[in-house]
C-alpha cells in the first residue's frame, strides 16, 4: 500500500498484491524446477505422467496469474492486472471516473475476496463489474471499501446537491 496524498475528502491511495503474488510464483517455478529433476532419477511410466501433469498445471499458473493494482486518484478508479513477465504484459486495465460508480458490494468466497461495482451508464442503465482481490490483506480490501465508500458518499451528495438546484429552478 502506497499512500500517495489526500483529496478534499477522498485518500488518494494505491495498492497491489504484487509481492504476495511473486514469491508464490517464485515458489511454484522452484517446484516445477524440482519435479523435471524428479523425472530424470525416475523411470517408472506411471510417476513420469503424474510429474508431467502436475508440471503443466504449475507452469499454466506461473505463466498466467496475474498481480493487481488498485489505485484511486482525484478523478478516476484504475484497476490493472499485470504479469510479471515482458511478452505477457498488462492483461486488463480499467478506469472508471468517480462520478459513474453508483455502487458496490464486496464478499467472500473461500480464500478470495471479490469487488462487484455498479458503474452508472449514465442512459439509466448499470453495469456490473467484477474484479478478484486475490492477495490483497484483510487491512487492503477494508481500505479499498472505505475509499469506494467515500466515493460512492460523494456522489449521493452531488447527486442531492444538483436535485435541490434542479427544484429550486423548478419554482
Known amino acids: 500500500m502506497v499512500i500517495l496524498g489526500f483529496n478534499s475528502r477522498i485518500l488518494i491511495m494505491k495498492f497491489n498484491n504484487s509481492t504476495r503474488v511473486r514469491l508464490l510464483t517464485i515458489l511454484f517455478s522452484s517446484i516445477i524446477c524440482l519435479l523435471i529433476a524428479a523425472l530424470f532419477l525416475n523411470f517408472n511410466t506411471e510417476f513420469k505422467l503424474t510429474?508431467?501433469?502436475?508440471?503443466?498445471?504449475?507452469?499454466?499458473?506461473?505463466?498466467?496469474?496475474?498481480y493487481t493494482e488498485f489505485a484511486s486518484n482525484n478523478d478516476c478508479l484504475t484497476i490493472k492486472k499485470l504479469s510479471f513477465y515482458k511478452f505477457l504484459s498488462i492483461r486488463h486495465s480499467l478506469e472508471i471516473p468517480k462520478i459513474y460508480i453508483h455502487d458496490y458490494v464486496i464478499y467472500n468466497t473461500f480464500f478470495t475476496y471479490y469487488l462487484t461495482?455498479?458503474?452508472?451508464?449514465?442512459s439509466g442503465g448499470i453495469n456490473d463489474i467484477t474484479i478478484s482481490l486475490w492477495g490483497?490483506?484483510?487491512?487492503?480490501?477494508?481500505?479499498?471499501?472505505k475509499i469506494i465508500e467515500s466515493i460512492k458518499k460523494e456522489n449521493l451528495e452531488q447527486d442531492a446537491k444538483i436535485m435541490n438546484i434542479l427544484l429550486q429552478l423548478s419554482k
Open 136 to 145: 490483497f490483506t484483510d487491512y487492503e480490501v477494508i481500505s479499498i471499501a
Open 117 to 122: 461495482l455498479q458503474i452508472d451508464k449514465g
Open 51 to 66: 510429474v508431467l501433469g502436475t508440471i503443466m498445471i504449475l507452469l499454466v499458473f506461473v505463466l498466467f496469474t496475474n
